[in-house]
């Protein structure tokens, strides 16, 4: 449970620093969930899962990610700090969870392949080499 306050931690700071927050906006829940408190810019639900479900073992799954500004690369940027977070964690797989059609574009432009149609996943691997081409 360390590694998870860590992870929480390292997203803290991100979003601290990428919005200018002065105040902590991370929480973990018990079951090993990363929330934003409410705040009127970044919308986030995280869920930490090492063991198989729908998705892979080891992954960082996106069930709600938004900001109150669109389309400015927010979203990609996130996903960049992700696949470093993983790496640095030892998570193989990102996933995106319950995906709406924006998000679901979103997770085909980057690669992530459909699970079942609405939830979509890929390798940390694969997320690295598309971020290195950019």
Known sequence: MIEYE?????????????????KSLIFLT????IATRR???VDLYLRIRRIESIFPTDCL???RLSFSKERIGHGTHFLQFL????RKYKFKYIGIECAN???????????FYSI???NYAITVTNLISYFSME
């Not at 991100?14 to 919005?19: G, N, T």
């Not at 059609?101 to 690669?111: D, E, P, R, V």
């Open 116 to 118: 079942d149609g609405e």
């Open 39 to 41: 705040n009127s810019r």
């Open 83 to 86: 696949t470093e977070v993983a």
């Open 30 to 33: 018990v079951d090993n969930v």
């Open 6 to 22: 860590e992870l929480r931690a390292d997203i803290d700071r991100y979003l601290m620093e990428r919005f200018k927050y002065r």
């Open 101 to 111: 059609a924006k998000s679901s574009a979103f997770a085909k432009k980057l690669g």
């Open 61 to 63: 799954i996106i069930a």
